[in-house]
């Protein structure tokens, strides 16, 4: 299948020194990639992954700018609702998201060790 011609495929901008390449998912308006580049050295690399509905549930990274290749994931509740972030690569960055009602504030739990199992509490 070829790409809708009303969508942007890939869009490059590069001032000689620095570069940013951002590419879209195949007839969606959705970001797969983004590469940040410094001359031919790569300083950061984002490589989305979404589900059916177009949320984000995981990105990987790459490049100078990390210590190895962390990456979050997301998990979303049957509303669309985002409930929980991991990172892969400290669980002090997780995050677990609960909603009140419409009287309370929106929660936030930080640094838990499973993000996903701690929304439910």
């Avoid at 998912?25 to 580049?37: M, S």
């Avoid at 979404?50 to 994931?73: D, K, L």
Wanted: glycine share 6%.
């Amino acid at each position: 299948m070829s790409q809708s011609p009303h969508l942007v495929a890939s869009v490059a901008i590069n001032d000689g020194a620095y570069s940013v390449t951002n590419t879209w998912k195949d007839h969606r308006d959705i970001l797969d990639t983004k590469v940040n580049k410094a001359s031919t050295t790569t300083i950061s690399s984002y490589d989305y992954t979404v589900n059916t509905q177009g949320q984000r549930t995981s990105v990987a990274m790459s490049g100078t700018a990390f210590s190895g290749t962390p990456s979050w994931g997301w998990t979303y509740n049957e509303t669309g609702e985002v409930v929980a972030a991991e990172h892969s690569a400290s669980t002090a960055y997780n995050r677990a998201y609960r909603r009140g009602d419409w009287r309370e504030p929106r929660q936030t739990a930080n640094g838990c060790p499973n993000a996903r199992r701690a929304r439910r509490a």
